[in-house]
């Protein structure tokens, strides 16, 4: 018998898209708090490897998602500073960078699901050995 493996994510978007939702959370305040508002590249290098990471385990619904909301939240809390969204060449610029991030994070972990799952060495289950003890003619040796 042979078992093939899957080329679905390892993260459903079930739990992908509350997991990059709470990542990009956390490093938009952590960058807020090192005054990543003077620096707003920072921030958005920081929200695009998020992005790029949820991107690599999860489906592409929940990484588009996680995409979007790294953009409102540096649009808003880094740009904007008030939690206003900002609509600037700014923001449109960063706004392609995290689509890029989240496009490169995602085709390179289906490439790699896809390679493993091409090379993987078919898995046989070997079927059980005979037992040591025969019978003949009613008796056991």
Do not use: C, D
């Amino acid at each position: 018998m042979q078992k093939t493996r899957n080329l679905a994510p390892p993260v459903s978007g079930a739990v992908g898209y509350p997991l990059g939702f709470l990542a990009a959370v956390t490093v938009t305040v952590v960058a807020v708090a090192a005054h990543g508002t003077a620096h707003p590249q920072w921030t958005l290098m920081a929200l695009s490897s998020t992005a790029a990471a949820v991107a690599a385990v999860t489906t592409l619904r929940a990484a588009l998602a996680t995409g979007a909301i790294s953009w409102a939240l540096h649009a808003g809390f880094v740009l904007g500073r008030h939690g206003e969204l900002t609509f600037t060449a700014t923001s449109a610029a960063a706004a392609a960078a995290l689509g890029a991030a989240v496009a490169l994070g995602y085709m390179v972990a289906l490439a790699v699901r896809y390679v493993r799952r091409t090379v993987a060495v078919p898995i046989s289950i070997p079927a059980p050995r005979p037992t040591t003890t025969t019978r003949i003619a009613g008796h056991v040796s």
